[in-house]
């Protein structure tokens, strides 16, 4: 029984190492957008650093003027997550994982409402993740309790994802005196996900005593809802101050198609005398799928010291209490005819990021940047189904906005790193493989994140 529990921990933990970094599905402040708004490290919330002002805080876009027309921004992320102690035997498990993140683009077109600047248009991504990552071993190990010894043993695990939401949105902006302005972005949010883990074990004694276990649970799914953004700009005379609203996700339409697969035998997963045989399926079409994103308020402060700019923001999310992303039947157990639990949960707790950005002017048109800002996980102790991200982490960023022609470019460096407590490998004993509470100390264990990005933009 205990080299069995072993095999559970040694399989997930070394699954949920390979995670690369850029891959956070829990945190609300990995990506960040604009050019200049980049550079600061997303602590824009004063408003009027470019074109990401339609995200940040749509206030305070109507000061910007008419110039601004395209914008794009390209990352290249280069990182690496590693979960120290991830064994029992205390071995280190990393990846690295490159990648080029997609850009936000945006513009304004020449069409005003009800007295407002331009209207303005974004396109960019919210949330990104791609797993793909999986473990082979042959071993020696005692798990077939019909037989004394350790017996030739095969184990598989694979885990995938691929999870994309992207924003598109229109922005509304307007002076209402010269030092106040405000502004609503209207966003649809399409979150795609799919997700499939797989864990396969086979044990064999000699020709007559043997053991096969599998467990498959997956979804893909598609998910619609729409999200509003609110913001006031205050300009002072050494000053600008912006506070910004980001309303609860309302859900539009979704649905899923999610699936689970269960087989054992020969296996005793529950230390009794008996052997736990099993075969658990459900493969369920179309069930409705409702995401839940939670609301958000902002703050921001930039303040002007002759040709330096201090830039300050804090944003608090609240919380989603835990809920069933779909609308899903029982699963069956096959042997006894009863019904089986089979749902996949999420849970977010409230949260607050912060940052600081310094912003030199040493030409005309030519600034050098600076800044810091936190990113910390949402999901409390690991417990979600569908968000892996359980690190906290802080992204530092420096780098020159200067002028090319009538254009504007962007280049910069980030580093991002920070640490996570391993929590979600505590949910080793909601293994439907395996079937029981895993009792080995995890305490020790650690995930650290390490991440560095190259910035090219430009603006026209």
């Known amino acids: 029984?205990?080299?069995?529990?072993?095999?559970?921990?040694?399989?997930?933990?070394?699954?949920?190492?390979?995670?690369?970094?850029?891959?956070?599905?829990?945190?609300?402040?990995?990506?960040?957008?604009?050019?200049?708004?980049?550079?600061?490290?997303?602590?824009?919330?004063?408003?009027?650093?470019?074109?990401?002002?339609?995200?940040?805080?749509?206030?305070?876009?109507?000061?910007?003027?008419?110039?601004?027309?395209?914008?794009?921004?390209?990352?290249?992320?280069?990182?690496?997550?590693?979960?120290?102690?991830?064994?029992?035997?205390?071995?280190?498990?990393?990846?690295?994982?490159?990648?080029?993140?997609?850009?936000?683009?945006?513009?304004?077109?020449?069409?005003?409402?009800?007295?407002?600047?331009?209207?303005?248009?974004?396109?960019?991504?919210?949330?990104?993740?791609?797993?793909?990552m999986g473990l082979r071993n042959i071993r020696s190990l005692d798990l077939l309790p019909q037989n004394p010894g350790p017996e030739a043993v095969v184990d598989e695990a694979r885990f995938e994802e691929d999870l994309d939401e992207t924003w598109a949105g229109v922005t509304w902006s307007r002076m209402l005196s010269r030092r106040v302005s405000v502004g609503l972005s209207q966003y649809v949010a399409v979150r795609s996900q799919r997700a499939?883990?797989?864990?396969?074990?086979?044990?064999?004694?000699?020709?007559?005593?043997?053991?096969?276990?599998?467990?498959?649970?997956?979804?893909?799914?598609?998910?619609?809802?729409?999200?509003?953004?609110?913001?006031?700009?205050?300009?002072?005379?050494?000053?600008?101050?912006?506070?910004?609203?980001?309303?609860?996700?309302?859900?539009?339409?979704?649905?899923?198609?999610?699936?689970?697969?269960?087989?054992?035998?020969?296996?005793?997963?529950?230390?009794?005398?008996?052997?736990?045989?099993?075969?658990?399926?459900?493969?369920?079409?179309?069930?409705?799928?409702?995401?839940?994103?939670?609301?958000?308020?902002?703050?921001?402060l930039a303040v002007d010291l002759d040709r330096t700019t201090i830039h300050l923001s804090a944003e608090a999310f609240g919380e989603e209490k835990r809920y069933s992303i779909f609308e899903m039947s029982p699963a069956r157990d096959l042997g006894t005819s009863l019904t089986v639990p089979f749902e996949f949960f999420d849970e977010r707790q409230s949260l607050v990021n912060f940052g600081a950005g310094v912003e030199r002017q040493i030409g005309a048109r030519t600034s050098a940047f600076v800044s810091v800002s936190s990113d910390f996980t949402a999901t409390p102790d690991g417990e979600s189904d569908i968000a892996f991200g359980d690190w906290d982490s802080y992204l530092v960023t420096g780098g020159l906005n200067f002028p090319v022609g009538k254009s504007e470019f962007t280049l910069g460096l980030g580093y991002g790193f920070g640490t996570g407590d391993a929590d979600r490998i505590g949910r080793l004993n909601d293994s439907p493989l395996f079937g029981t509470a895993v009792d080995t100390d995890f305490e020790e264990a650690e995930t650290r994140y390490r991440n560095f990005r190259l910035i090219v933009g430009f603006t026209i």
């Open 1 to 132: 029984m205990r080299s069995f529990r072993w095999l559970a921990c040694a399989l997930w933990m070394l699954l949920l190492g390979n995670t690369p970094s850029w891959a956070q599905d829990s945190q609300y402040w990995t990506q960040k957008y604009g050019t200049k708004g980049l550079l600061l490290s997303g602590v824009a919330i004063a408003g009027g650093v470019d074109l990401s002002t339609t995200y940040y805080n749509p206030g305070g876009l109507a000061p910007l003027g008419d110039s601004m027309k395209v914008i794009a921004v390209k990352a290249f992320d280069f990182s690496n997550v590693t979960v120290d102690r991830a064994t029992e035997t205390g071995e280190d498990i990393s990846e690295p994982r490159n990648s080029v993140l997609p850009s936000f683009f945006g513009g304004t077109v020449n069409v005003r409402l009800a007295g407002s600047s331009p209207l303005a248009y974004s396109l960019f991504p919210r949330q990104l993740a791609t797993f793909n």
């Open 196 to 300: 499939r883990r797989q864990i396969l074990a086979q044990a064999l004694a000699n020709d007559s005593i043997g053991g096969s276990a599998i467990d498959v649970r997956g979804f893909s799914y598609n998910d619609w809802r729409a999200v509003t953004k609110i913001g006031i700009s205050f300009e002072f005379p050494n000053a600008r101050a912006g506070l910004v609203v980001t309303s609860p996700g309302i859900h539009i339409m979704g649905s899923a198609d999610v699936g689970w697969n269960r087989f054992r035998e020969g296996f005793d997963v529950d230390a009794d005398p008996g052997i736990d045989n099993q075969l658990i399926a459900s493969f369920q079409e179309d069930v409705p799928s409702d995401f839940h994103s939670p609301p958000s308020i902002g703050a921001g």
